[in-house]
């Protein structure tokens, strides 16, 4: 038991430090689109965006690389508590962790344009896109804490 509380905790910090990038990406384009004409700031934006980015990326490989062990890991851990079964919760909070990602990967996709030139949806497109990882969330934190169905 003490083996899955371990993982179980780390899964959670992984996850917290994902959804942080996931939170704070949007708004360094939101910055880049502000920063119209300023090549210094727009650089050094664009840096920080990718060193999110891919810090964002191996938080969230490791927060899924722990939660499949805390899904299967009572095949190979002993007295490792098992989440299969029928939790119809558990594949809404997955969709929206899959959209939570896709999201995040379009927010990478931006910013890799705006490095190579490319324009980026306006501000106010933006501050709407800033928004929908905070609904995601909210849902995903609703469906593991109620677990509803």
Known sequence: MQAYLW???FHLVFVMAWIAAAFYLPR?????????????????LVLMGRRLYRFGHVMAGLAVALGLVLWLGYRVLPDFPTMVGGAGWMHA????VALLFAHFVVGGRWLK?????????????????????V???VG??????????
């Open 93 to 96: 909070k997955l969709l929206l």
């Open 7 to 9: 993982v179980k905790t």
């Open 28 to 44: 360094i384009l939101i910055n880049l689109v502000e920063a119209q004409g300023r090549v210094e700031v727009h650089e050094r």
């Open 135 to 137: 609904l995601l969330l």
């Open 113 to 133: 344009g705006a490095g190579r030139g490319r324009a980026l949806p306006s501000t106010r497109a933006l501050r709407w896109f800033n928004e929908v990882p």
């Open 140 to 149: 995903v934190v609703y469906l593991v804490i109620a677990k509803p169905f």
